[in-house]
């Protein structure tokens, strides 16, 4: 199939960028996107130009690392599904397709479709841990966890961290990474004595590196390739309120 | 790589180039430590439910002009005698007013706080405009507002001092009511259609909004939030809605 | 033969204490010199890599007081490659009391290995594998629990106990994260200096120590010399040599190859671990290939057309032409044969012709009778997400259609010759995770490499480093010491030639090809022909690629070709030693199958007599053949035996 892309060129932080269309001709159905984007590249390459550089390491839905906002969605058409694992044959031929970076104050561009997302990183750094030294753990059988608990702080957990979710937000919130990380940790036993402080410290983290508050507007689970529920954004204010309470007895 | 895989390319720069395309380092380490986004929802949440249960009962005294003008204005007469003798006459009524202006107030601060930090997160727009996938009501919180403020200016200097009313006499609230949604003042009525309307929009997503700020988490809790916002609004449009329809269609004169 | 290689001095592991296994590693912690908790803060330790083993190591380290520098490749410690191990970690807690013990997932480990592991490395891997699940749990890493809010286990890569610990098919993640939440811990606290987007690209040895790296910062392409008393590589496996594998786009070999270069033996590069249920290709555009989770072995049926090129749909194909090879075969285990077998027999079968789908290289795996059998529901139930995933990449409807399969690189169990405490033949270079050769011999089980990663990075490291540390600190080595350098000066001008070449072909095209040579001579089968024919197709190829790469773009950016191009470059000459060890060892073993060493019925035919050790490579020069180091092992314990599944 032939397609066009139109692709965001940015050279560098300084740069203002612009889109830039390509064509790319004879393409396979089942190539994934970025292998469409490897195709270009080479291209490009023999071609003299600087070819599109792009996040993406596992490329098999797992790592987070790809990142990429499709025809205005981020990780593309297919719900649940990382722009590695989106395949061009959910496209048709002829169609001119828009390729964009995350957009997000705290997640600058460094070069055309790579964004910096370290912010994730120091929201983790300020409270999304257990403190757990290593050689100090307990028999792991000695505390019981509830199936459904366990389930629950499971679904959290397998947030990948792309940051899609702060790609799609009108207000370019985090608040659904931060709340499935609150989430994980504050539904286990062992995460119980650092819930308050967990959840006052990742949020102010999480405002100070510059994310817009929610509206619970709901776009993020949208595009979460993991399908973190939005409710789970609840979770993390009733967990706030409280630790405001306890904080101020 | 494969043979034949022809790429051309024809540079077509767009001509849109968004202003700044990175957000400066002061940007993304403000040194002052920012007051919580949450704790800024939280009190829109308190302050919204505050607004609504006002609005309600505000329509209930409304829905009273059914019952002819004698009720209504005994009703509206009634309304600065509530809570004496325990305080003196019209002293509750200053009470409420005062305390829904202080809501406002804070309603209004935090959302302008929010949208200031929400539009300074996303300093370069997308090119390729994200599909709307969240509801219509979601996002148009911010300019619903601004009609629904506009519309409470004009509603007090309208109705509670009776400057802008064409008769306003304080002792028959009644007639100024039946004179507001005269047929030659259609644009009134249209102005307070759209601002009901609106608040019904900024309802419909700011109770079920509000739910989630104060820590709804349940699946089944969020079908209940979301069929009471909807119900919670429709009933509330309807109701306020029914006065101009019936002074038009000549139920009240 | 020595057309390739010299024979060198034998070597020892001196580090293990002698005696019975089952006390040696309290003995070794015992007499290990302790570091007094003041001095650690004036000890800098420089840990490459993120994942299981690097992530826990650089957190563990910094926990106990070390000044730690820890680097990556990839934005975010996060996103290292373990991230993506589906199946679970195994460990000897006998919470099913079906019999199992450290002992025994000793013995088995040996075992699986087919007796090319050192015992003593996996006696204590079987050992630390309890300490492990306490300690991802107090972490609240979200293993799958039973309704008594117990941790399950499942029997999983054949074992008879129920010993493997998981979180859905996502265990990886899960166990990762963990490590990766203490890191982050420790950097917020300002323990750890941490490195995201940084490459190292050469390591520094001054008098004889590893002391440091030299390191590029992929987004402004500084070059950076990073000094230390101790230097850990958990820099992950090569499976990227062979292009096509399922490991991550940006694993390489470049930080194992430079210590290489400078000294630290290579072990064992031959042992190749090639897993049976991945996706096969689907054209020329293919970047990477994904696993599917060998469960799905235990319900599906493997099977190929019986004629030669027969192009019918499989639903057109009558039971009578179909060929279930494996049941066939092997009667006793059919479907599931442990993977070095399955992936073999697909090969066999291709290579006859009778290859399944695009290029013929794939064979079914057919669940229409499961489904007959336990209703479609059922089969959802049980590998629902599996089939999910392969509708997403196919596009093909697995319920209605047979899936297509084929083998994939997946894991590689050499690596850098390391001793017991995990120190190479650098002092002070120590190697942790799938990046050294110690615990898997010449296979891997499943459900063991995340135990190796978490065992060594949280429990073994942090007590064998601390010996070396003891008698520091060292005298602090200034930038301008002659070996910084040179070291330096070398990664510079390397970068400079990249650029300088201006060729006409692309870094990928180059890398694609060499994977090729080593799939068709160096991947499931070997032959002494193929081998020698390989290790002179790499080295033209090698000498092309030094004429004809292209790298656009300068040094000074992210520039992300000539990234690639840094690592192709250390493929080739890893490719190369590849199959002088494959051809030096004519015998099959584990993951190593030589055609010429197999019994009448087609069988891997290990030769104790001769092949019982561990072949360590020295490094002399890219034009010369390099020195092969006899580790003779010694099995104790575990007598070795023939493995068989008819």
Redesign the interface.
Known sequence: MDIQV?V?R?TD???????????????SPDASFLEML???N???IL?G?DPVAFDHDCREGICGMCSM?I???AHGPERATTTCQLHMRHFADGDVI?V?PW????F??IKDLVVDRT?FDRIIQAGGYITAPTGAAPEAHSVPVPKKDADLAFEAATCIGCGACVA?C????AMLFTAAKVAHLGLVPQGQPERDTRVLDM??A??????????????CT??CPKGI??????????D??KA?RNSNS | ??Q???????????TK??Q????SKA????SR??????????IMAVTGITLILFLYLHMIGNLKIFFGAEAFDHYAHWLRSVATPLLPRTWFLWIQRGGLTVAVIAHIASAAI?AR??R????????????V???YA??T?RWGGVIVLLFVIFHVLDLTTGTLNPVGDKQHPYANVVADFALDRWYVTLFYTLAIVAVGFHLR?GI??A?????????R??RIARASALVLSLVLVAGYLAVPLAVMTGLVD | MTEFWNDGDPIADTAAPDGPIETRWERRKFSAKLVNPANRRKLTVIVVGTGLAGGSAAATLAEAGYHVKSYCYQDSPRRAHSIAAQGGINAAKNYRNDGDSVYRLFYDTVKGGDFRARESNVYRLASVSVNIIDQCVAQGVPFAREYGGLLDNRSFGGTQVSRTFYARGQTGQQLLLGAYQALERQIGLGNVEMNARHEMLELIIVEGKARGIVVRDMVTGEITTEMADAVVLASGGYGNVFFLSTNAKGCNVTASWRAHRKGALFANPCYTQIHPTCIPES???QSKLTLMSESLRNDGRVWVPKARGDKRAPGEIPEVDRDYYLERIYPAFGNLVPRDIASRAAKNVCDEGRGVGPGGLGVYLDFADAIGRLGQKAVEEKYGNLFEMYARITGENPYETPMRIYPAVHYTMGGLWVDYDLQSTIPGLFVVGEANFSDHGANRLGASALMQGLGDGYFVLPTTLGNYLAAGPFAAVPQDHEAVVEARTAVEDRINRFLEIDGDR?V??FH?ELGHIMWEYCGMERTEEGLTKAIGLIRSLKDEFWQRVKVPGTGEQLNQNLEKAGRVADFFELGELMCIDALHRRESCGGHFRAESQSEDGEALRHDDEFAYAAAWEYFGADRKPTLHKEQLEFEYVHPSTRSYK
């Open positions: 139109r965001w940015q932080s300084a740069d203002k960028g612009r889109m830039v269309t390509y064509d790319v001709k004879d393409i490897d195709v270009l080479e291209k490009l071609d130009d906002v025809d205005g969605v828009d964009e957009r997000a104050a705290a600058p561009v912010a799609a009108p207000n370019g919130s949020l102010q999480q405002d100070d590196a510059g994310f817009g508050g929610c509206t619970n507007a709901g776009e949208t595009v529920p939005l409710t789970l954004i609840g979770r993390l204010n009733a706030y309120r405001l | 790589m494969g034949g895989l022809h790429t051309v390319i024809a540079v077509a720069v767009d180039v968004p700044a395309a990175v957000a940007a993304l380490a403000p430590k920012r007051t919580s986004s949450v704790l800024l929802k939280i929010l930090r929400a300074a997160a996303r300093p370069v727009k997308y090119v390729h405009r994200p599909k996938q969240g509801s979601a996002r919180m997503h079920f909004s739910a989630r700020t104060l820590g709804q988490q349940t699946a809790g969020e | 054209g020329t555009h692309t990928d095209s694609r």
